[in-house]
Each structure stands twice: as C-alpha cells, then as structure tokens.
C-alpha cells in the first residue's frame, strides 16, 4: 500500500494496549510512552486511572458503547475517530515537531477486535509514522483471574478468539465439527448468551462441554460462573450489562485433582496417562 507523504509535519502516533482492566496492567512499554503524549485518544474500557500517568495531555474520549441504539451512542464512530487522528497529529505537529506524540489508548490489545486495521490504513494513507504497543487482551486476564489456563497439555492445544457481535448483529459462531479449536473464546458475548448456546450446539459442542463465563476481566468486580454448554444460558442475570467473555472447551475446564504425568502423544502406543 503507498502512503501519500504529508506535507506538513506530523506527529507521531502509537496505538498502545491499555490492558483489559486496572491501570496496572498496563505494560511498561505502554506506560513509558503514554507518559510522553501531548494528546490521548481513549476507548471506553480504559482505566480512568491511567490519566495519572499524562496529566498534562489532552484527553479526548472516543470510546464506543456499543451498538446500543441508545443517543450518543454512533457519536464516536469510526469516521469521526480517524478524522481525530489525523487531525490530532497535524494539530501536535505543528507546535512540538517530530518530537509529538499522539497516544491512541485502546482497552485490551489493539490488535484483536481494535479496529486497528482501519486505523492503521488512515495514518499510513496520510504519511503518517505510527507504532502499535501490545497489550493483555481479556482473554488472558480472565485465563489467570479463574487459574483455567487457556491451554492444556495434551488436551488443549489451540486457541481461537471470535467475538460474538458484529454490526449486524449476527452471530458469528463455532466452525463447525472438526475443525473448531480445542478451546473457543468468544468476547463481547454477554448480549448473545442464548444464541450463542444455541450455535456452539448447532456447530457440534456436546452438551456436556466445559463453559467458563467472566465479566469485567481485570477489575476488581470481576464476576466467573461456570456451566456446560447445555445451561449456558443460564449465565445471563449474573452477567447481565457487563463486557462478557464466554470461553468453551479445555480452557474452561478446572485443574484436574491429580498432577498431570507423562500424557500419550500421536505413535506413542506404550504412554501411559
């Protein structure tokens, strides 16, 4: 893709992993150059707290609510915030020179389900200089809140991520019998508890499965229920109205009673469990 060369100067702007809760979860990396922006661009999901760390920048709420409905709630569509970026770098360009710093703060990692493409696609259109810091996506959080390691050695060999909500609304669900991953993580499933049960089924989920559902990852209010995948929808009134994720399968699972010994591998016909 060629990037067309801005004219004027530019600053800088660094996509940085917030983490999926407290500010501490914040990686250094993060910390460091969120300390150095004249101005931050934040998603809803940020910590207030993080402020702390740039108290003389310009914070400027782009956070989304969702597909809610409610008023306000397109006002910080993805129009509007890649006009931000733009306009935000030109603005600290043209007073601090190629030594601004434009932070744009996204909960979790920007990299899954950040609208980072997009946004990657307007800077670079612009000649715009930028950089990603990665961040705990509440995935892992949620893995090492509830201590169901999202891997398992010998059961759990793949990961995937999908989220449950897209624009339309359609759910978007399981990849059929196999060829789904050992564990399944759906995020943004707290509206679709129902369907989603009913589409883990459809794609070949036993009844029995394995179901771990955590609200609010990385915050002290964290909430976890565990099911199966035949009474997932009874998780609904605990995590009602709160950024859900629905992990199913061997992640999901709870450590096992006994220490795992030497486990049986593909040709490996003399292992014993």
Request: charged letters at 20%.
């Amino acid at each position: 893709m060629d990037s067309k060369p801005c004219s004027l100067t530019a600053a800088k702007v660094v996509f940085i992993g917030a983490g999926p809760g407290e500010a501490d979860l914040i990686t250094v990396r993060g910390s460091r150059l969120l300390a150095q922006a004249q101005v931050v661009l934040f998603d809803a999901l940020a910590d207030p707290a993080l402020r702390d760390l740039a108290p003389h920048a310009d914070w400027i709420d782009v956070g989304k609510r969702g597909f809610s409905g409610q008023p306000g709630s397109d006002y910080n569509g993805q129009t509007r915030i890649n006009q931000l970026l733009i306009e935000q770098s030109l603005a600290v360009g043209a007073i601090h020179g190629e030594r601004g710093l434009v932070a744009r703060l996204k909960g979790g990692d920007p990299s899954l389900f950040g609208r980072l493409e997009e946004e990657l696609h307007v800077l670079h259109e612009a000649g715009i200089a930028s950089e990603v810091v990665p961040g705990v996506t509440s995935a892992l959080a949620a893995a090492a809140a509830t201590q169901r390691p999202l891997t398992r050695r010998g059961t759990g060999r793949s990961v995937s991520f999908t989220t449950a909500m897209t624009r339309t609304g359609e759910l978007q669900c399981g990849m059929g019998p196999g060829q789904r991953a050992d564990t399944e993580v759906f995020y943004m499933a707290g509206r679709q508890l129902d369907p989603l049960q009913k589409g883990l089924i459809d794609a070949g989920w036993p009844l029995e499965t394995a179901v771990s559902v955590v609200s609010r990852a990385g915050w002290p209010d964290m909430r976890h229920t565990v099911h199966t995948v035949g009474s997932l929808d009874q998780a609904s009134n605990t995590h009602a109205g709160r950024p859900t994720l629905v992990i199913v399968g061997a992640g999901a699972t709870a450590l096992p009673d006994e220490p795992l010994t030497h486990l049986p591998i593909c040709g490996d016909a003399g292992a014993h469990p």
